[in-house]
C-alpha cells in the first residue's frame, strides 16, 4: 500500500487536510475527538491525574505572589485559586499589601458572572479612566481567546453600567478621552479589520451612540497594514494622543493628535521604538540612522525634547550604546524619569536617565543582584500618574520569585515572596555555550544535579523569534515534574531573539530562521560532547514560533533528541498567512506567495518537508480551539500527515485556552502535565 506523503515541496498547494482548518467543521471536530481520546487513554493515566492535581494545587496556592498594579492610588490584582478559577478582580491599599495576609476589596468574580450569563468569560484586560478610576471598560474573552467583548464597568458600584459601553467580541481595545468618550481601535463591523484580523480604524465613540454611528477619526493608509493603535497621553495638559499605523511587525507610522484624530505624522524610522512623556521624548533605533554628517548605530537610545523635535532640531543625547552582547530589552518613563532595562552578556542592569536642559544625567538602580532574572517595571499603570515607584520581580531557575518595591528609585523591599514548590536539593545552575554550524556561540542555560552521569534526561526549550528574549526563571511545574525526579533543564538563546539586540535578531528572521533550528540542535549535540546525557535521552518543548523549531529538529535533527512536545505550533509556512493573524507575520517569515520568499520558507516548513520512512521521534503535538492566533489548523494538518506516513506522532486539543495553556490552573495543569509525562515516559525519567 502506498504512503501518502502529501503535501510536498514539489507540490506544496496539494494539500489533503484542508477541512481540519475548518476549526468548528463537523468532520474536524471527530478528528479532534478521536485523537484526544486516543492521546488521553495512552497518557491520562491516574498517575496523570495525580500529577495534573499536584500541579493544580500549586498554581493555586494561596500563598502564590498576587501581582498588582496601582491605578488612582489603589493596587489592582486579578487572582485565580481553585476556588475561582476564572478569576477574582479586587483591589487593596499599599499599606494593606504590605502585610503578609491583606484584606481585599473584591471587584469582580469571574466565575460568579460565566455562570450567571452561560459564557466561558475570561478577563483579558482593564482600561480605567484617570484620575478617579471610577469607570472601567473590561475586556472579557471567550475561552481566552484574543478577541474579546468590551464592556463599561462601575467600579464603586461593582457593576456593569446599565446602557453603558457595550461592544460584540472582536480583536481591539478602548482608549478613555473623557466620561462620555473612547477612542475605538476595534476589528468590530464592516471594513474595519486588517487582513491580520486586527483594527484598521479609530473611531471617537460618544456614550449613548450606535457603534456604527462613531466616527471615523483615523485609518490605516496601507491595504496591507497590521493593526492600529490609540493611547490618550495626561503626562501633559490637554492630553494629546497618539496614533499608530502598523506598517507590519516591526514598522509603523507615528501620529501626534487629539481627540478629533491625527494631526503630525513623526519624522522617525518606521522601525524604531518611541517614547514620550511630557516634553521628552525617548527612541531606540533598531537600523542605523544618519541624521546630516551624524550617523547613529542601531540600537542606541536618543533622547530630546519632543517640542525641539517637532520644530526641526536633532541634536540628540544618547543616552544608551549598545555592544556585540549589550542590548536593550525595554524602556519606560516614570516620575519623569527614563528607565531601561539592559542585558549585559545576559546579566540585567538597569540605568534610570533623568533628562534636563543642560544634560541628561543617569545612576543604576540599586540593591539589585547581579546574578540573577530580574524585571522591573513601573507600579503605576498610567504614567502621568506615577510617582517613581518601581516594581522587581527576582528570580533564577532555583529560587522562587520576590515581588520588591523601589521607591523613589531607592534600593528595593521585599512585598512578596513566592513559595518554593520544589525540592532543589543537589541541583545546580550553570551557563554554557554551543557552538553552532556557523561557528556562533548559542548560549544556555543548564540547570540540574551538579554531577553529571552522562544520560541525563533533558528537558530542552528555546524559541528564537521576533526579537523575543528568554531568560531562566523558577518553573514550578518543570521543577515539581522533571527537576524533582532527576531530570535537567536546559534553555537556549537561540538566534531569531532579543537577547543581543537587533543583529542576533535579524540573524534568525526569514532565511536564518533555518540557522536558528541549527542553534538549538548544536545545543542538543553540546549536552552529549560535555557528557551530561545521550540523544535519545533528550526532551525538546517548543510553543507558538517554537512550534516551527519543533517540527524542524523532527525531520532536520531526528537523530539528537528521544521525544519532543509542540504546541499551540505554527507549521503550515505555505498557508500561514492565509489563517488567522498570519499575515502580521510576514516581517519575521517572510511572504510565501513571492516565489524568493518562498524559496527559504520552504526549507523550514516540516508540513511539506516530512517524508516517509525516516527515524522520527515520538512528538504529541498540542494546540487549543479558541487559539485565535494560531490557528489550530497547523497542530491538526501535522498529525494527520505524520500519522498517514506511520509516524509515532499524537494529538491533544482543549477547547479552552487560547493562545496559551489554558484559561484557569486545572487546565495549565492538564495540558503541561500531559505533555511533560509524554517526554518523560520517552526519554526514560521516572514518572510513577
Known sequence: MSIDDRPTIAAPDDDPYLWLEEIDGERALAFVAAQNQRTLAAFGDAAFARDRDALAAILDRPDNIPFVSRRGGLLYNQWKDAAHPRGLWRRTTLTEFRKAQPQWDDLLDIDRLAADEGEDWALNGVSSLPPAHEHAILSLSRGGSDAVVLREFDLAAKRFVTGGFTLSEAKGSAAWLDADTLLLASAFGPGMATPSGYARTVRRWRRGQPVEQAEVIFSAEGSQSTWVHVGVDRSVAPARVWFAEGIDFFNQHLWLGDGSGARTRLDLPTDCWMSAHGDWMAIKLRQPWSLGEVTHPADVVLGLRLSAFLAGRRDFTRVFEPAPRRALQGLSWTGGRLVLSILDELRARFEVWTPSREAWSCERLPGLPEIATVDVWRLDTDE?????????????????????????????????????????????????????????????????????????????????????????????????????????????????????????????????????????????????????????????????????????????????????????????????????????????????????????????????????????????????????RVHPGHARKMTAKLQAMGYDAWFYEPAAGGHGYGTDNRERASFITLGTRFLARHVGLEMA
Open 384 to 628: 502621568a500618574e506615577s510617582n517613581g515607584d518601581l516594581l522587581a520581580n527576582v528570580q533564577d531557575p532555583l529560587t522562587p520569585p520576590s515581588l520588591q518595591l523601589i521607591e523613589g528609585f531607592a534600593a528595593p523591599v521585599i512585598l512578596k515572596q513566592a513559595p518554593r514548590t520544589f525540592s532543589a536539593e543537589g541541583h545546580v545552575v550553570t551557563r554554557h555555550e554551543a557552538i553552532s554550524v556557523d561557528g556562533e556561540r548559542i548560549p544556555y542555560t543548564q540547570t540540574g544535579p551538579a554531577e553529571l552521569t552522562g544520560d541525563a534526561p533533558v528537558h530542552m526549550s528555546a524559541y528564537g523569534g521576533f526579537g523575543h528574549t528568554l531568560r531562566p526563571a523558577y518553573n514550578a511545574a518543570l521543577g515539581k515534574l522533571w527537576l524533582e525526579r532527576g531530570g535537567t533543564l536546559v534553555e537556549a538563546n537561540i538566534r531569531g531573539g532579543g537577547e543581543f539586540g537587533t543583529a542576533w535578531h535579524d540573524a534568525g528572521r526569514y532565511a536564518g530562521k533555518r540557522l536558528a533550528h541549527d542553534d538549538f540542535a548544536a545545543v542538543a549535540a553540546d549536552l552529549v560532547r560535555r557528557g551530561v546525557t545521550v540523544p535519545k535521552r533528550i526532551a525538546a518543548q517548543g510553543g507558538s514560533n517554537g512550534g516551527i523549531l519543533i517540527t524542524n529538529m523532527l525531520v532536520r535533527y531526528p537523530e539528537r533528541f528521544g521525544a519532543l512536545f509542540c504546541t499551540i505550533p505554527l507549521i503550515d509556512m505555505r498557508r500561514y498567512t492565509k489563517l488567522l493573524a498570519g499575515a502580521s507575520w510576514i516581517a519575521e517569515y517572510g511572504d510565501p506567495d513571492q516565489d524568493e520568499d518562498w524559496s527559504w520558507l520552504q526549507t523550514y516548513s516540516a508540513y511539506h518537508t516530512a517524508t516517509p520512512g525516516q527515524p522520527y521521534p515520538p512528538i504529541l503535538i498540542a494546540t487549543t480551539r479558541r487559539d485565535d
